[in-house]
Nanobody
């Protein structure tokens, strides 16, 4: 069984920073792309940033220049460094990973979500 466990959310003032972490564990053979999504109240879940196993990255226009995604393949962990936070960044942030196990290939897994609240 595979699990994604997120940490690092919280309450921060506008202009502040937070770092999210997401560690994958279980019967993992390898991990392909990893990413962060967010969902604000009354809105659809949206992609924030994604990173391939080789380190190629992709960002939502709204976070370019402020957020940085990175990963540690040895630790099966993905990070999201969030700087210059704005109230509109307030949402539940979800970790996502495309994971290969010995019996399944390319299945999507999600973390439980971590709340990020940015006060003005």
């Amino acid at each position: 069984q595979v699990q994604l466990v997120e940490s690092g959310g919280g309450l921060v003032q506008a202009g502040g920073s937070l770092r999210l972490s997401c560690a994958a564990s279980g019967s993992i053979f390898s991990i392909n792309a990893m990413g962060w999504y967010r969902q604000a109240p009354g809105k659809q879940r949206e992609l924030v940033a994604a990173i391939t196993r080789r380190g190629s990255t992709n960002y939502a226009d709204s976070v370019k220049g402020r957020f940085t995604i990175s990963r540690d393949n040895a630790k099966n962990t993905v990070y999201l460094q969030m700087n210059s936070l704005k109230p509109e960044d307030t949402a539940v942030y979800y970790c996502n990973a495309d994971i290969n196990t010995r019996t399944t290939w390319g299945l999507d897994y999600w973390g439980q979500g971590t709340q990020v609240t940015v006060s003005s």
